[in-house]
């Protein structure tokens, strides 16, 4: 059973730091375009960030760009999120996902998905 599990969510006033990790089993973790989205409320899925677990390409959704660190490690089957200088409008619930925004539309009937965490900037 294909399994992807997010922590790291919370509170942080803006200008702060966040680490998110999704940690996975279930299926082989190299060689994957690994995904994170976000959701903020009563807005659509956007991506954030994608790494291929088997070269470590990276790609930043422009909002994020010079923030964001996303990086994976495939002995831990787990990829993370560093979020710096968080921003009120990074507010959302983050998921990681596998294959789930294929030619960069998210859709969460597709590839596999975690039950997200809550990340919340605010003063």
């Known amino acids: 059973e294909v399994q992807l599990v997010e922590s790291g969510g919370g509170l942080v006033q803006p200008g702060g730091s966040l680490r998110l990790s999704c940690a996975t089993s279930?299926?082989?973790?190299?060689?994957?375009?690994m995904y994170w989205v976000r959701q903020a409320p009563g807005k659509g899925l956007e991506w954030v960030s994608r790494?291929?677990?088997?070269?470590?390409?990276?790609e930043y959704a422009n909002a994020v760009k010079g923030r964001f660190s996303i990086s994976s490690d495939n002995e831990k089957s787990t990829m993370y999120l560093q979020m710096d200088r968080l921003k009120p409008e990074d507010t959302a619930v983050y998921y990681c996902?596998?294959?789930?925004?294929?030619?960069?539309?998210?859709?969460?009937?597709?590839?596999?998905w975690g039950q997200g965490t809550q990340v919340t900037v605010s003063s």
């Open positions: 790494v291929y677990t088997g070269l470590s390409n990276q």
């Open positions: 279930g299926f082989t973790f190299r060689f994957n375009w």
């Open positions: 996902s596998r294959g789930g925004c294929p030619n960069g539309i998210c859709d969460r009937s597709r590839g596999d």
